[in-house]
């Protein structure tokens, strides 16, 4: 099969690769349709990291079903699906309440067997796979990882409806965020610096905008509530950004507000001065978020593509370029030069 295979610089090389094989009954082969381009994929890019050579990347994929094993029921060959790449080893006391997304395993295992989607084919155990109603495209279907990270996140903040909530970044995960949150009838006001993301921040349904290089956002984000502060403030840059985000979200939060940090990290320790007197004082929590796994008897994954499906929440907007696998490298230009080329999610076609 075609597969972008990871260079050791932090590019892609599409070659041949091996096709997977389904490795017991309860497995499910598909062809890969669309794949997303995430922010963490993005961190990794032209990185010098000679241990992801040869690998296979992405982790945001939508396809159809080729083949299943013998014990699979919920899917059968020609279905077009979306594939859940959060998954763990299944047996540690973390998967076994369903919190697999904190899985000690995680990394390993998803990019052993989902975690692959710049490539043809993909295989994964069967209850990853969830069958897409006829009317919700490949391409939204994509999304849906995206704001099921988003979705994760609110439900952790308690966010509930007329609540007074502050964004940091305006990317796919940002957008997201206020998406899920104006769903639920919040009162939205979303940070960023690429003019392009804000505009289409209030075309999919921003309360307010701010432009953090030509205003101040902590002023602005006062302003919005009234003087008290967001009661949520969501993190979602992260990075190099994070030693400004992070201690700007603590000034955007009221007393007793959360702040939520859905961004990425590096690896490592991070030195990141912050006020802890007066984050102690006003009680403000910080509440870290990772991935997505289950939500009381759902599955978040599951709930993303309700609400699409329902049309409560309108993906196809934030898709701005599409390119096919072979040009992997521009794709992933095009999004790393968002200031110039208005990038917000990028799809690449399989
Ligand atoms: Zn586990």
Not at 69 to 89: C, H, S
Not at 143 to 149: C, G, K, N
Not at 204 to 226: C, H, I, L, Y
Request: net charge negative; glycine share 8%; charged share 25%.
């Amino acid at each position: 099969m075609k597969a972008a295979l990871k260079t050791a610089e932090g590019t892609f090389e599409v070659r041949e690769a091996e096709r997977p094989i389904i490795p017991a009954s309860n497995f499910v082969l598909a062809r890969v349709r669309v794949a997303g381009i995430c922010g963490t994929d993005l961190r990794h890019w032209k990185k010098h990291e000679p241990e992801l050579e040869c690998h296979i990347m992405g982790h945001e994929l939508a396809g159809e079903v080729v083949e299943v094993g013998e014990g699979v029921a919920n899917v059968k060959p020609g279905d077009r699906v979306v594939i859940e790449t959060v998954m763990g080893d299944g047996v540690c006391d973390y998967c076994r309440i369903q919190r697999y997304n904190i899985c000690e395993h995680l990394y390993d295992v998803r990019t052993r067997y989902v975690s692959r989607a710049y490539a043809e084919y993909v295989v994964g155990p069967a209850e990853k796979f969830y069958k897409l109603p006829d009317h919700v495209s490949f391409e939204e279907a994509s999304l849906i990882d995206t704001f099921s990270v988003c979705l994760h996140a609110q439900h952790l903040s308690g966010l509930g409806i007329n609540d007074k909530v502050a964004v940091i970044g305006a990317g796919p995960i940002g957008l997201g965020q206020m998406m899920l949150a104006k769903a639920s009838g919040a009162d939205v006001i979303i940070c960023d610096v690429v003019d392009s993301a804000l505009a289409l921040a209030r075309e999919v349904g921003a309360d307010a905008v701010v432009n953090s290089a030509a205003e101040d956002p902590v002023e602005r984000v006062k302003a919005f509530t009234g003087g008290r502060g967001a009661d949520i403030v969501f993190e979602c840059v992260g990075g190099e950004q994070m030693p400004q985000t992070l201690p700007q979200a603590t000034k955007m939060a009221r007393r007793a507000g959360k702040v939520v940090l859905v961004g990425g990290f590096d690896a490592g320790e991070t030195s990141i001065p912050l006020e802890w007197q007066r984050i102690q004082m006003s009680e403000i929590s910080i509440v870290p978020s990772a991935s997505f796994a289950m939500h009381e008897i759902y599955r978040e994954q599951g709930m993303v593509l309700d609400l699409i499906a329902k049309g409560r929440i309108d993906v196809k907007k934030l898709v701005t370029h599409r390119f096919p696998l072979d040009r992997i490298n521009e794709a992933f230009d095009t999004a790393e030069r968002k200031h110039e080329t208005g990038a917000v999610f990028v799809a690449i076609t399989i």
